[in-house]
């Protein structure tokens, strides 16, 4: 059986070596196609793969098309908005994903790109510190858990917003459990975002929100471009010149954001949240073995579809 991965955006070198020991293990044949230019050389390779691996390569409705053999989709990550589940059901694909495999990796992005901004982009000048500043994570999942513990380590006062997970949980592990968003927004000089994009999240992130956000604030997100209402982001920070934004995954306005407000927008130049040799380790090699584990014994743990 062949066993396709997938990866506009490659893994490291050391977690293909694991996948490929896990992959050939079973008795399978790892076929790798990476840093892809064209989705036509996804089509081509997807064409007769009997399990597929990927990052956040869009596995569309033609993608499945033209996969006649395909049983498995991974996605070596969390978010899978990127996946057509409802094209892969048809079909009788299973979709996974991996959670909370490449979790620190974007925890750590999110408390750097907090310093980034709170240090001036890391250029001469005052800055400020995170210290004493309230952070609040909206979606305490992996991701938002992980955010929580490295802010307190900082001395911030961590409030969240999550309401599928219960209060007594978050005050266990020394987080303010916060029943309101708009609370939420309200009292947090940072506001970190772990929300998956979805019809109840995309643009969900709105001028309502973060025009109640205190003096200085500075919205972080390490999440999904789309959750963002760019539009309303846009009039809150022309209106608020204290405002700030900082995000992984570049909004479709960068340009006309950074030509009006400077450096009180960043985007990294590619989203490298989960670009850690670590996190693709953990991600690949899990994909790997659902993947295997799948196709041998029927193990469907991490279904999403
Ligand atoms: C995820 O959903 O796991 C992250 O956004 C990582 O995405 P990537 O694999 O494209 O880096």
Do not use: W
């Not at 293990?25 to 990927?54: F, N, P, R």
């Not at 409802?86 to 790109?113: D, Y």
């Amino acid at each position: 059986m062949k066993i396709l991965v997938a990866t506009e955006k490659p893994f490291a070198k050391v977690a293909i070596d694991g996948i490929r020991q896990i992959v050939e293990a079973a008795g399978c044949e790892l076929i790798l196609l990476e840093k892809y230019t064209d989705v036509s050389q996804l089509y081509d390779a997807v064409a007769d793969a009997d399990g597929l691996i990927v990052r956040s390569d869009k596995v569309t409705a033609e993608v499945v098309a033209h996969a006649s053999k395909l049983k498995i989709v991974v996605r070596a990550g969390a978010g899978y908005d990127n996946l057509d589940l409802a094209a892969c059901s048809a079909k009788g694909i299973v979709a996974m994903n991996t959670p909370g495999q490449n979790s620190n990796a974007v925890a750590e992005l999110a408390l750097g790109m907090m310093l980034f901004m709170a240090r001036n982009h890391f250029q001469p000048g005052t800055g400020t510190e995170l210290k004493g500043k309230t952070l609040g994570i909206q979606a305490y999942g992996n991701v938002g858990r992980l955010v929580a513990q490295l802010a307190k380590g900082f001395g911030m006062d961590v409030l969240a917003f999550d309401p599928f997970v219960p209060a007594d949980k978050m005050v266990a592990e020394g987080v303010t459990p916060i029943t309101d968003l708009k609370e939420l927004y309200r009292r947090s000089n940072y506001l970190s975002l772990h929300i998956p994009a979805n019809e109840q999240t995309k643009k969900s992130i709105n001028y309502d929100l973060l025009s109640v956000m205190p003096k200085g604030a500075c919205l972080v997100n390490t999440a999904r471009k789309e959750v963002i209402h760019e539009e309303d982001l846009m009039r809150v920070m022309e209106e608020r010149p204290d405002f700030k934004y900082v995000s992984d995954i570049a909004p479709d306005s960068l340009a006309a954001l950074q030509e009006k407000f400077g450096t009180r927008v960043f985007a990294t130049a590619k989203k490298m949240g989960a670009e850690t040799a670590e996190a693709n380790v953990n991600a690949g090699l899990a994909a790997a073995n659902q993947v295997v584990g799948f196709l041998k014994e029927g193990v469907d743990r991490f279904r999403v579809n």
